[in-house]
C-alpha cells in the first residue's frame, strides 16, 4: 500500500450504468488528481484539485464528474460512459506547496481497472 | 511550457546487463526531475528524484540517475538487470507553476529482461 487507495480495483459497466470511483489519502496531503492511462497512450491528466477546489480540467467530456468533498477524499463520477473510456484510472495526491513545485511528487494509488461494455 | 521525451517505447536488455533509459525535458526554469516504475495493474511507484544539490541522485531497487542540465537529460541506469525490474518507467518534470502543483509525464519506456 502506498498510502493512496482506490476502490474498487476493477469495474466492467455498461454504457447505461452510473457509477463511482473512490480515491482516499492519509498522508496529509492537499493536491489530489485523477489521471487515465490507455493501452498506447500517454498518462493524461483529468482533473487537478488543489486544496479541494478544482484548479484544472483538461478538456474532460462531461460524463466524467468529479468531486472532492475534503482532502482527503476524491471521487470520479462515471455516466453514459463509451467503450473507449475503458483504461486505468489512476488518483494521485501530492503536498501542495506555496512555490507550486511538488517536491516529494506525487504519491499514486494502485488505480481502477475499468471496462465499459 | 515543459515537456518531456523518452527515447525509445520498449527496450530489451539480458539479466545482469545494464539498464539505460533516456529522459531529455524542455523547461524554462530549473525543473524537479522523477522516474517512477509501474509494475502489471498497479500505479506508479517514485524510483528516485532530482530536486536541488548533488546531480547524481540514487534511488530505490539499485537505480540512478544524473541530472545533466547542459543535456537536458535526466537518464535513468542500473548496473545489473534483474528480471524484476521488468516494468514500464516514466520520468516526469516539474516546474514552479502558479496553481496545480502539476508533473508532467513522459511516455514511458517499458523494460523487458531477458533471462
Known sequence: ETGVTQTPRHLVMGMTNKKSLKCEQ??????MYWYKQSAKKPLELMFVYSLEERVENNSVPSRFSPECPNSSHLFLHLHTLQPEDSALYLCASSLYSWTGVPVDGYTFGSGTRLTVV | AQSVTQLGSHVSVSEGALVLLRCNYSS???PYLFWYVQ???QGLQLLLKYTTGATLVKGINGFEAEFKKSETSFHLTKP????????????????????????TFGGGTRVLVKP
Open chain 1, 26 to 31: 492519509h498522508l496529509g496531503h492537499n493536491a
Open chain 2, 28 to 30: 524554462s526554469v530549473p
Open chain 2, 39 to 41: 509494475y502489471p495493474n
Open chain 2, 80 to 103: 545489473s538487470a534483474h528480471m524484476s525490474d521488468a516494468a514500464e518507467y516514466f520520468c516526469a518534470v516539474s516546474e514552479k507553476e502558479a496553481a496545480g502543483n502539476k508533473l
